[in-house]
């Protein structure tokens, strides 16, 4: 219930946010179903990454550590402002341990058609996460870890 109205929340504020730009400027989306697979698979993502994020909390301020000192800079160090192929050969392999860049270049490929990193393998990775990020926070919320009785 947890994960499925969070997923939910993410992909309405989604179509939402994509709505208003619509009157700014028009989206040309080169794969549109790879675009959607992208959106709730990342949904899915962040709803469990969240989910273990509060489980671990143990008041309201504990929840901003994770976004603040690992999500921020993993995002943007993750080539969304720019494409790793620019960066010199050294940054560029240490981007790839960087899974916000898979991230990243799946819906760059999804809109635009071009990608830095090999799209089949970073859906694979992106699955790979979420089947473990459910394990785990299955795993906690079955042994009652975070939860309050």
């Known amino acids: 219930g947890y994960l499925t109205g969070s997923v939910l929340r993410g992909c309405i504020v989604g179509v939402l946010v994509t709505g208003v730009s619509l009157f700014f400027a028009p989206i040309v989306v080169y794969n549109p179903l790879l675009t959607i697979l992208t959106v709730v698979l990342t949904a899915v993502l962040f709803s469990l990454a969240g989910f273990i994020n ?4 143990k ?16 995002t943007y160090l993750g080539g969304v402002f720019y ?7 050294f940054w560029q392999k240490l981007s790839l341990l960087n899974p916000i860049l898979y991230l990243v270049n799946i819906f760059r490929f999804g809109f635009l058609g071009m990608s ?6 970073s859906l694979i990775g992106l699955t ?3 089947i473990i990020l459910w394990g785990v926070g299955y795993q906690l919320y079955r042994k009652g870890i975070g939860v309050q009785q």
């Open 116 to 121: 830095d990193v090999p799209v089949g393998a």
């Open 59 to 74: 008041k309201f301020d504990d929840i901003a550590i994770v976004p603040t000192f690992v999500l921020t800079p993993l």
């Open 54 to 57: 509060a489980i671990f909390a």
């Open 83 to 89: 494409s790793v192929k620019s960066l010199p050969v």
């Open 128 to 130: 790979v996460v979420v």
